[in-house]
């Protein structure tokens, strides 16, 4: 079965600090990847995408993310977390020729001063 | 310019009750898409519109829950007899579906915040 993973429910994090958020998929074909962001009262954000290609993909707001095919796995990082960066961050999977995404369950990012 | 947009932001209902949700699409985007989010959880999908056709209700949890979409706009989802579980965030998203592109971003709206008393 189609399935995303994402591990970590809860992180916090002190500002300036790196991050790594971490994904993990079940999926039959080549999958596409996103992350998307959700602030409080918010829709959710695309951060940034993987199709094809260079398996390192960066994004807004500085974050970028890692596809590794033999871990099934893309997980998204930051170097250096902002205050503003609290929010919550759902990893999501597609592929091509349907319509459907899946998506995990979302980690909650706390920001400490 | 003007993203998803959905109203009501906030719902109150009573158990019993039929609420209407409604959703506008970015103009253009032919793809609408309906989720679920119960608190603490991830986005469940509900259903898919291509234009105002709905191949995809598989995500409807009951027949209490419907969808219509009028041409490539406006779209409402409705819950009748609302019960408590169905207390959630539901949120709409749309998409600009391209041959060459087939996985463009989806935009989502705010979303709708049902509470069911």
């Known amino acids: 079965a189609q399935s995303v993973t994402q591990p970590d429910i809860h992180i916090t994090v002190s500002e300036g600090a790196s991050l790594e958020l971490r994904c993990n998929y079940s999926?039959?074909?080549?999958?596409?990847l996103f992350w998307y962001v959700q602030s409080p009262g918010q829709g959710l954000q695309l951060l940034l995408k993987?199709?094809?290609?260079?398996?390192l993909v960066q994004g807004i707001k500085g974050f970028e993310a890692e596809f590794k095919r033999s871990q099934s796995s893309f997980n998204l990082r930051k170097p250096s977390v902002h205050w503003s960066d609290a929010a919550e961050y759902f990893c999501?999977?597609?592929?091509?020729?349907?319509?459907?995404?899946?998506f995990g369950t979302g980690t909650r990012l706390k920001v400490l001063a | 310019g003007a993203g998803v947009s959905q109203s009501p932001s906030n719902k109150v209902t009573e158990k019993g009750k039929d609420v209407e949700l409604r959703c506008d699409p970015i103009s253009g985007h032919t793809a609408l898409y309906w989720y679920r989010q119960r608190l603490g959880q991830g986005l469940e999908f509900l259903i898919y519109f291509q234009g105002n056709s709905a191949p995809d209700k598989s995500g409807l949890p009951s027949d209490r829950f419907s969808a219509e979409r009028t041409g490539e706009s406006v779209s409402t989802l409705t819950i009748q007899r609302t019960q408590q579980e169905d207390s959630a965030v539901y949120l709409c998203?749309?998409?600009?579906?391209?041959?060459?592109?087939?996985?463009?971003?989806?935009?989502f709206g705010p979303g709708t915040r049902l509470t069911v008393l």
């Open positions: 999501a999977v597609g592929r091509s020729g349907t319509y459907k995404y899946i």
């Open positions: 999926y039959g074909a080549t999958p596409y």
């Open positions: 998203a749309s998409r600009q579906m391209r041959d060459r592109e087939r996985y463009n971003e989806q935009f």
């Open positions: 993987y199709f094809s290609g260079d398996t």
